[in-house]
């Protein structure tokens, strides 16, 4: 069974504020995309990588990692999801990692590729979330307290049986009311099909914030010095 994986890696990082596209943001001396690709490949149970990068930046790009595809991504996370995954060579499995998880370790690639390729189509690691979680209205004030225990704070890499993430980006393509989604796997949700969540892991964090950068950061100095 071969395997593919997707990085979207378009994004303004608007939330960490660097003055330049996030995932090319140095992480202790490497892009936080050149971290992302290597954890990928290190991980040793996929095939090929396509990723999806600012326009402007596609030639650079391309040169600097010669082994893998590279194209442009979109305005938002899932435009260039889809253009990563219409460029990508035929699989049995896609994974979609974000280069903004760059330190994810290379056991959930492996875990979630092993729960595809065990039978179920869709598969997303997952946190149980442990801050009170309370809604507001847009005033501000609090509106209740929500029931955290059936919550999961959901992570990348989302790993999908290939054919059905394909059929589920064709069918948003041609629905009327332009959905949008935050992650993959609620695409494949809104379409019936069932995911699965296996357990995540706190190394697989988002670096959205300069305090994630920070934290980012020194967990790879540690790394080094260990
Ligand atoms: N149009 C977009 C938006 C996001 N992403 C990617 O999707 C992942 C998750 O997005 P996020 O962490 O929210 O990154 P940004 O959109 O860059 O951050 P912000 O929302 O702060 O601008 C990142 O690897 C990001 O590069 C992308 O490829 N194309
Ligand atoms: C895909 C994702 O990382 C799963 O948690 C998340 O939904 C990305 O959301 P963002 O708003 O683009 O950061």
Known sequence: MSTVALIPAAGRGERLGAGLPKAFVDLAGHSMLHHAVRGVQASGVVDAVVLSVPIDL??????????????????????????ALSAAPPSDVVLVHDAARALTPQTLFVDVVAAVMAGAPAVVPGLPVVDTIKSVDPAGTVTGTVDRGPLRAVQTPQGFDSAMLSAAYAALAHSADGAQFTDDAGLVEAQGIPVRIIPGDPMAFKITTPWDLQLATWLLHERTRA
Not at 71 to 80: F, P, Q
Request: no cysteine; glycine share 8%; charged share 25%.
């Open 58 to 83: 596609v030639d650079q790009v391309r040169s600097q990692f010669s082994e893998v595809i590279v194209v442009a991504g979109g305005a938002e996370r899932s435009d260039s999801v889809r253009a």
